[in-house]
């Protein structure tokens, strides 16, 4: 996401100033998620941050850079719960859990906002090439991440040694996706539970038991 | 499905979801079967993944974060409705023996619009048209799994 050149600047900043990117990086991505990236300003993230337009553009040359530290950011809470979540997953009952936690937290909010990367994959993905591909990258991680816990299943003797690990995983991923995106729609998180149980119910078709 | 390619007037979001409706409607009046269904499947992931298609065009413009104050209803309706033509058209089929009846309809369209959403944001961001294909496999292998363990059609 980075390049040598890019990193200049990182280096040379205090804590201080470390601080204010990362409180500037967090307000933005609290706006681009709630309004949207396109409705969201530098002004806006400038009165949420407590920032001024001058810290701002000292850490980002313009509203692409911030978005790409906003993916970043994002991505790496995402990734980290979801690691959390799915790294030791190893039976059905696992995935259940882990659908059941995210469900959960989704039904507090009602269902809106969505999920955090699949918001801004809507927002971004057809017009800023580099960050479509940076969201691409979340996406994979992901989704790898719900290939390695039904990997372990296999390995455990609970599924099929012929399931397409990956196939499923891409699949699952898809009806999370998806089943955010009803929510959203419907102000209510059942449709992502529903959906992601369908998707269950048919990983459990393909256990050994 | 370009109805309005070349008309003078931009058409409201109302006017295209009137137009994914009555193609999904007269698609799947007549499904007797699972070839159909899988036939609809097939259509659908070229409609989705044709830029200038009136279904593109709506799945585009609902996958943002925020969905316009006077677009979020309409929206919610139009997909309320499209799970009905889906769901009924599984009852449908259901009834007559040739798919799987071991999940409710209802849960099953959810399934299949989850997968259409779910799937054609993963084919836009991966740029990869095989997400939205294996998006939409996941609920169909359920229809025909079914059936062929329970030896219909």
């Known amino acids: 996401m980075s390049g040598p050149a890019d990193d200049e600047p990182q280096r040379r900043l205090t804590a201080r100033g470390l601080k204010t990117k990362a409180r500037i990086v967090s307000a933005a991505a609290d706006l681009m998620q709630v309004k949207g990236v396109d409705a969201t300003t530098m002004d806006d993230v400038r009165a949420a941050s407590g920032t001024s337009k001058s ?3 000292q850490h980002f040359r313009d509203k692409n850079e911030l978005v790409m530290a906003v993916i970043e950011f994002v991505g790496d809470i995402v ?3 979801e690691t959390d979540s799915l790294g030791h997953v190893s039976t059905l009952n696992g ?4 659908r059941d936690a995210l469900v959960q937290a989704n039904d507090l909010r009602h269902g809106a906002y969505g999920c955090a990367i699949g918001s801004l994959a809507g927002d971004v993905a057809d017009h800023d090439e580099a960050a479509r591909a940076a969201l691409a990258q979340l996406f994979r991680t992901w989704s790898r991440l719900i290939s390695g816990a039904l990997t372990r299943m296999q390995e455990r003797g609970s599924l099929k040694p012929d399931v397409d690990t990956d196939y499923l995983a891409d699949g699952l991923l898809a009806s999370l996706q998806g089943g ?8 209510d ?3 992502m539970g529903r959906a992601l149980d369908m998707s269950l119910n048919y990983i459990e078709t393909l256990s050994t038991s | 499905m370009d109805h309005h390619a070349g008309s003078r007037q931009e058409p409201t979001p109302h006017d295209l979801y009137g137009v994914v409706l009555h193609h999904e409607h007269r698609l799947l009046r007549d499904a007797a079967g699972v070839e159909d269904l899988l036939r609809w499947r097939d259509r659908l992931v070229a409609e989705l993944t044709r830029a200038e ?7 585009s413009s609902a996958s943002g974060t925020v969905m316009p104050a006077d677009g979020a209803l309409p929206y919610a309706v139009f997909l309320d409705r499209w799970a009905r033509i889906v769901g009924e058209t599984i009852h449908r089929l259901q009834r007559l023996g040739v798919v ?4 409710t309809p209802e849960d099953l369209a959810t399934a299949i619009l989850a997968a259409v959403q779910g799937g054609v944001l993963l084919a836009r961001v991966t740029d990869d048209v095989r997400a ?3 998006a939409l496999r996941l609920p169909f292998e359920q229809l025909v799994l079914y059936r062929s363990e329970h030896g219909s059609d």
């Open chain 2, 53 to 59: 298609s009136t279904y593109a065009r709506v799945m």
């Open chain 1, 55 to 57: 810290q701002i553009y």
């Open chain 1, 79 to 81: 990734i980290r719960r």
């Open chain 1, 180 to 187: 955010y995106l009803l929510a959203q729609t419907a102000g």
């Open chain 2, 100 to 103: 799987a009846s071991q999940q």
């Open chain 2, 132 to 134: 939205l294909q294996n």
């Open chain 1, 189 to 191: 998180a059942g449709p």
């Open chain 1, 95 to 98: 995935l259940r859990r882990w």
